[in-house]
């Protein structure tokens, strides 16, 4: 359990380092607007769900974090 919340704690770390780069990079004056918002989405989202899979392969949780991001997906496209 610990080595799971350690991934998810990774991650969250990972994500928010490279939030601010990734989009003031599409976003040049760094205005929070609604375009911030669909591009944090739209980039960030995948990438975290990468970076879960990765920092779970690298805490030997792979097949954990698999299976939650498959049914994550499943979830997201309303499959079953």
Same mark, same amino acid.
């Not at 704690?9 to 599409?26: D, E, H, N, Q, R």
């Not at 970076?51 to 792979?62: R, T």
């Given at each position: ?7 998810? /704690? ?13 989009? /003031? ?56």
């Amino acid at each position: 359990m610990l080595v799971i919340l350690l991934v998810f /704690a990774c991650t969250g770390t990972t994500i928010l380092l490279l939030k601010k780069p990734v989009v /003031a990079f599409f976003v040049p004056d760094g205005e929070k607007s609604t375009l911030f918002t669909i591009l944090y989405l739209i980039l960030i989202l995948p990438v975290y769900n990468l970076f879960l899979l990765v920092y779970g392969f690298i805490f030997g949780q792979f097949k954990f974090f698999w299976e939650y991001e498959k049914k994550f997906f499943r979830r997201i496209t309303g499959k079953k």
